[in-house]
Structures are given as C-alpha cells and as structure tokens.
C-alpha cells in the first residue's frame, strides 16, 4: 500500500499529531464516518508512533467491511476520504494555532448570522487579542485590517453613512500589509536577479519604492543583502536601529452595540 497518498503522508506526523487526529476521527462532529477510524487504526500504532506502510490492503479490508467482498472502487474512495480528513485535520490545526486569523472568523460567523448579542463582547476581546499580539509582521497588519473591515460591518457603517466610522483605520493596516507584503517580494525578486541573473519584471516596482521613499516608510535592515533593492532605495542612511513601517494608526472607534 505504499502508493497511497495518506499513508505517505501520516508516515511523516509525529506521535503527539497521530494521537489528535485520531481523537478528531473518533469524533462525530468532526468526522461522521466511523469506517476512517478503523482504516487508521489498522495502519498506525498510536503506541509506536508508527505506521505500517507495507500492510496488506485485503486484510485491511477486512477489518473494514468484514462481510464484503474486496472492492477496488470503494477502497479507494475510503483511502481518498481519508486524506480528506486529513487536509480537515491540518485545517482545524492550523486555526487553532492562529488565535488572530480565529477571532476574525469568529466576527465573520457573528455577523453572517446575525447574533447580534455577542457582537460587543467579542469584538472587544478581539481587539484585546491583536493588541496582546501586536507586531510588524506582514501577516499581523493582514489580520488586523480583516478585523477592521469585519468591525465596519458588525457597526453597520454600511447603513450609518454619516458616523466617522473607522475607514482610516481600514486603509492605514491594508497599506502597511501591502507595502511591507510587497517589500519582502522586491527583496525576494532583486536578490534573485542579482545573485542567479535571473530576468525577473514585477509590475509596480518602481512605484512602489517611491511610495516607500516618499512615505518614509521604515523597513528592517534584515530583509536586505548587498546590492538588492535595499541600496537601490537607500533606506538606511544615518539609521541605526530601524523597524518595518513604524506609523501612527488613526484611532480605533470603541465598538458599540449587544454585550
């Protein structure tokens, strides 16, 4: 069975990764078909850590469907779905680990469904969460300005045309995700041109080093190596310590509305 994608891939999760993606087939909200979990049981010992890649696929199939006989359609379609939960495993991971992109998508349920009792408590203690969390990452000012835009909805800004709403904010974290996304991708590009020759065009470049330029946008000396785009702009003259994109955010109107 050594062709099949998800014994491939389990072969590479550690101990601690097999015994939570097995709690998360055992569990019906998460997977609501019991035959995955006996699939994976036959070919991982939790106990080991270990998975048996060159295990009989008839004998799994007995343990399976112990009253059928061996289907090679059905078989595959079973392996297939379990990669499925899989991918749905990694997800569920992955969003665990990320309390930003989480609160965001909590806002998101919220406000698609119209529970309108939890907006103000949970948009506060997101924001407390991006505050506790606050840093000059690429990925940070993304978030932030997804729950800028996702608190524009839950106030209703849309309807209430005449309030100030938080526009300013919307627009200073999309820019500095933009500007500092597309910083690292210059570098990227320029090291790669002057280090390999190769002929890389990215649209926009010139522009965007003159917003940068212009703006006196600040950008950390560690992205730069010699003769990339860092010396093209000459950002760092006469700066000793400098951080990426050190700019006054507009206030951020208090969230108002349920409890």
């Known amino acids: 069975m ?22 998360f087939l055992d569990s019906p909200y998460c997977n609501s078909n019991p035959i ?12 080991a850590g270990s998975v048996n890649e060159s ?10 469907y112990a009253d059928k006989e061996f289907n090679d359609p059905k078989w595959r379609k079973t392996c297939n779905d379990l990669l499925t939960a899989l991918q749905k495993f990694f997800t569920f991971e992955q969003i665990d680990h990320n309390q930003l992109l989480e609160e ?6 919220l406000y698609e469904h119209k529970l309108e009792s939890m907006y103000k408590s949970v948009a506060q203690s997101a924001q407390s969460s991006f505050e506790r969390n606050k840093n000059l990452s690429s990925e940070y000012h993304l978030q932030r300005f997804q729950l800028e835009r996702n608190l524009y909805d839950l106030l209703e800004y849309d309807i209430n045309m005449e309030s100030q709403s938080n526009q300013e904010t919307i627009h200073h974290y999309l820019d500095l995700f933009y500007i500092s996304e597309k910083t690292k991708q210059l570098v990227n590009a320029a090291t790669r041109r002057h280090d390999f020759n190769l002929p890389i065009f990215i649209k ?9 330029e212009k703006n006196n946008f600040r950008i950390p000396k560690k992205l730069f190596t010699e003769n990339t785009v860092g010396e093209k702009i000459g950002l760092f003259e006469g700066r000793n310590e400098i951080d990426v994109m050190l700019i006054k955010p507009p206030l951020v109107p208090p969230c108002q509305g349920g409890n």
């Open 55 to 64: 295990v009989d696929k008839s004998n799994v199939w007995s343990q399976l």
């Open 204 to 212: 926009l470049e010139e522009e965007v080093i003159d917003i940068i």
């Open 104 to 109: 965001n998508l909590l806002l998101e349920y």
């Open 2 to 23: 050594k062709e099949l994608k998800f014994l491939r891939v389990l072969s590479q999760l550690s101990k601690p990764a097999l015994q939570k993606f097995k709690k």
């Open 36 to 47: 995955l979990s006996l699939l994976f049981s036959a070919v991982v010992s939790l106990e």
